[in-house]
């Protein structure tokens, strides 16, 4: 490692507080210690809205228009990504986050396109606490559901987002394909979400209870985020026990694909 890249490892890891050892903490509340704004202000570097809007296409678009559904609640809104996006495709969004510099950037982003987003800062297992009123759907997108690190917690998530929608209401929610980065190891064609072709992403640790991402800067800034691997099965099992009634799960936004080659899966659960 150059002098220059061990500082700003360095540097990272003082912004970011992880502690004396990085690969221990396995904490749900740790995204607020991640997304730092120095990381945030970096973040659509990462995702390259143009090529990630371009890649994928008008999927979930499609998928609302398709049931009919109006009001949108992004749970995970980052910098603001899909709440851009569906807000210029008509939609009624509502953009929440529990990381108040995500929703500072999001807002920021709406600014610079002529929108006023709608912000709410809500951590997902109080959800119905700082939100009002039901949704036609839930976005959780982005793997952004693998933050939390505890199973109580990803079940608490599920039934938070089950209360908030209406009794037709429909929740998509991505994830990394973590079954063959656990079976096989990393691999990624970097084509789908993480589109910004002069960062690097890829997990500098793997194990069943953690894999650290590590993203690093063509300015040499590198950040890290500390995510739990959940399965696909897993992922889709926990959808059904908190009451979807219908989970259909795409890869790299087909209907059908080979089980081990997608980056992302999208499951889309329907509450009837
Ligand atoms: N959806 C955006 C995208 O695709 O660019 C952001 C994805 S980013 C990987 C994950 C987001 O989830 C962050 O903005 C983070 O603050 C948020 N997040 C993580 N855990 C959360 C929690 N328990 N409650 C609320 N938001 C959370």
Aim: glycine content about 6%.
């Amino acid at each position: 490692m150059s002098d220059s890249n061990a500082m700003n490892t360095e540097l990272t890891l003082t912004d970011q507080l992880y502690g004396d050892n990085p690969l221990k903490v396995r904490e749900t509340d740790q995204y607020r210690n991640e997304y730092v704004m120095s990381f945030v202000e970096k973040w659509d570097e990462l995702i390259d809205w143009q090529a990630r809007a371009e890649s994928e296409g008008q999927f979930f678009i499609d998928v609302l228009r398709a049931r009919g559904k109006e009001t949108v609640l992004d749970v995970a809104t980052g910098t603001g990504f899909h709440s851009v996006r569906l807000r210029d495709a008509g939609f009624n969004v509502t953009s929440a986050d529990g990381s108040a510099s995500m929703l500072a950037k999001a807002f920021e982003n709406g600014q610079a396109r002529g929108l006023i987003l709608k912000t709410v800062q809500a951590d997902w297992r109080w959800l119905n606490r700082d939100i009002q009123g039901k949704y036609d759907a839930i976005i959780c997108l982005g793997n952004s559901f693998t933050h939390l690190h505890e199973e109580q917690d990803r079940r608490r998530a599920l039934a938070e987002f089950y209360a908030a929608l209406k009794h037709d209401g429909v929740l998509i929610l991505d994830q990394r394909n973590y079954d063959t980065m656990l079976d096989e190891g990393f691999s990624t064609k970097h084509k789908y979400y993480y589109c910004g072709d002069k960062v690097s992403a890829e997990p500098a640790h793997i194990d069943e209870g953690l894999v650290r991402m590590l993203y690093s800067f063509p300015d040499g800034a590198q950040y890290t985020l500390n995510l739990h691997p959940i399965r696909k099965n897993y992922v889709r099992r926990l959808l059904s026990e908190a009451g979807f009634q219908r989970v259909r799960t795409y890869g790299d936004f087909q209907e059908t694909y080979a089980e081990n080659d997608p980056d992302f899966f999208i499951h889309v659960a329907e509450k009837s």
